[in-house]
T-cell receptor, first 117, second 109 residues
Framework: NAGVTQTPKFQVLKTGQSMTLQCAQDMNHNSMYWYRQDPGMGLRLIYY???????DKGEVPNGYNVSRLNKREFSLRLESAAPSQTSVYFC????????????????FGAGTRLSVL | QQPVQSPQAVILREGEDAVINCSSS?????VHWYRQKHGEAPVFLMI?????EQKGHEKISASFNEKKQQSSLYLTASQLSYSGTYFCGTEVRGNQFYFGTGTSLTVIP
């Protein structure tokens, strides 16, 4: 049981380049999330998908787009990378967002470390 | 809406105790606690639901005061393996979930 798998683990981009971060979960969870983690800032929500076919903005969505490809997969795209997007990106999934309590426990992938030069 | 954690950092010797606090300005339905080791993903420790229930995990326990919108994580007789960054996560009305800024805990021999 792999849980939440993110690819790639590391990436270096030049300013203006684009890339897509991939995330897949095998726990049959309905809800998936993308966070970024910066020193001293904790985890900040970029986008989330409460269920297949829906996506919503989080706290810091500017400069990103997402696609919920199917129930398992949720990708994050940077169309034109900027140095301010240098960060560690985590994907997470929960059984059912909005159900509150134990169904909202977050399971995280190992993270993608992104540097934009 | 992000919960506030205190302290930001703490250094302990093995065997000492620590308390990490999490405070929200919003009414809370539940509080989660996660631990993140350096270079790894956050890992779920425990969840406290409305009702003031106290939970435990090894020598780590937590309490939740819903009236004060606060939670505290208690680490007793700390071990080297407890080192990491601890995050609280809060569920508020409208099904929103927010992580705190984290508390760095270092346990030294």
């Amino acid at each position: 049981n792999a849980g939440v798998t993110q690819t790639p683990k590391f990436q270096v981009l030049k300013t203006g380049q684009s890339m897509t971060l991939q995330c897949a979960q095998d726990m049959n969870h309905n809800s998936m999330y993308w966070y970024r983690q910066d020193p001293g800032m904790g985890l900040r929500l970029i986008y989330y998908s409460a269920s297949e076919g829906t996506t919503d903005k989080g706290e810091v969505p500017n400069g990103y787009n997402v696609s919920r490809l199917n129930k398992r997969e949720f990708s994050l795209r940077l169309e034109s990378a900027a140095p301010s997007q240098t960060s560690v990106y985590f994907c997470a999934s929960t059984a059912l967002a909005g159900a509150m309590g134990t169904k909202n426990i977050q399971y995280f992938g190992a993270g993608t470390r992104l540097s934009v030069l | 809406q992000q919960p506030v954690q205190s302290p930001q950092a703490v250094i302990l010797r093995e065997g000492e105790d620590a308390v990490i606090n999490c405070s929200s300005s919003k009414a809370l339905y539940s509080v989660h606690w996660y631990r993140q080791k350096h270079g790894e993903a956050p890992v779920f420790l425990m969840i406290l639901l409305k009702g003031g229930e106290q939970k435990g995990h090894e020598k780590i326990s937590a309490s939740f005061n819903e009236k004060k919108q606060q939670s505290s994580l208690y680490l007793t007789a700390s071990q080297l393996s407890y080192s990491g960054t601890y995050f609280c996560g809060t569920e508020v009305r409208g099904n929103q979930f927010y992580f705190g800024t984290g508390t760095s805990l270092t346990v030294i021999p």
